[in-house]
């Protein structure tokens, strides 16, 4: 199993970009996922989530309004759309999977997630 987070970059600040996560080895639809992120110096924390049916999402509130995550189920890819990025955006982000049969499971905990991405670097400039 792995998953493949790509998409970052610099971007100036109040600018976009868009993380995509692709996983081979495993369905992202019976998988609860997650997006967390890692400044330098900092502890990992949680971004966004999405239950494996994709109805109900959760976001830190340092991003609400701002960011969106979604899926794209053909292409086996959970997707981050990230906009007006201010530069304490900046971080390593990764994604994650956690497997369940409860198709509205969703969680913030990155103990809860067993499956990651190697994490892609965005970096927002001032």
């Known amino acids: 199993v792995q998953l493949q987070a790509s998409g970052g970059g610099l971007v100036q600040a109040g600018g976009s970009l868009r993380l995509s996560c692709a996983a081979s080895?495993?369905?992202?639809?019976?998988?609860?996922v997650g997006w967390f992120r890692q400044a330098p110096g900092q502890e990992r924390v949680f971004v966004a989530a999405?239950?494996?049916?994709?109805?109900?999402?959760d976001y830190a509130d340092s991003v609400k309004g701002r960011f969106t995550i979604s899926r794209d189920t053909a292409k086996n890819t959970v997707l981050l759309q990230m906009n007006v990025l201010k530069p304490e955006d900046t971080a390593v982000y990764s994604c994650?999977?956690?497997?369940?049969?409860?198709?509205?499971?969703?969680?913030?905990?990155?103990?809860?997630?067993?499956?990651w991405g190697q994490g892609t670097q965005v970096t927002v400039s001032s």
């Open positions: 994650a999977a956690s497997y369940t049969r409860n198709y509205d499971y969703i969680t913030s905990r990155a103990s809860d997630y067993y499956y």
């Open positions: 080895g495993l369905s992202f639809a019976s998988y609860s």
């Open positions: 999405n239950s494996r049916n994709g109805a109900y999402t």
